[in-house]
């Protein structure tokens, strides 16, 4: 059974920083694909970052440059550190885990940016 966890949301002000925590279990995250995804009340999911098994990533646009996701094999755990928050940012963020066509997601953190 897979589980991730996700964790460190919170609020924050603009400017400031986070880093979230994707917990796994049930998967090895070196070996799939992983990504942590946002959504905001009325919008759809989006895509913020993402890594390959290869260790390859890619980055939405209104992230690159601030947003870097990263993993550690030996605590299989993904992460997302985001700098230089702003208000745009506020949303739920979730992590997800794709191996063998099936998908597999947190509940998700809240992330508010305000002052």
């Known amino acids: 059974q897979v589980q991730l966890v996700e964790s460190g949301g919170g609020l924050v002000q603009p400017g400031g920083s986070l880093r979230l925590s994707c917990a796994a279990s049930?998967?090895?995250?070196?070996?799939?694909?992983m990504g942590w995804y946002r959504q905001v009340p009325g919008k759809q999911r989006e895509s913020v970052a993402l890594i390959t098994s290869s260790g390859i990533t890619s980055y939405a646009d209104n992230v690159k440059g601030r947003f870097t996701i990263s993993r550690d094999n030996a605590e299989n755990t993904l992460y997302l550190q985001m700098n230089s928050l702003n208000p745009e940012d506020t949303a739920v963020y979730y992590c997800?885990?794709?191996?063998?066509?099936?998908?597999?997601w947190g509940q998700g953190t809240q992330v508010t940016v305000s002052p």
């Open positions: 049930g998967i090895i995250i070196s070996t799939g694909f």
């Open positions: 997800t885990a794709h191996k063998n066509s099936l998908a597999f």
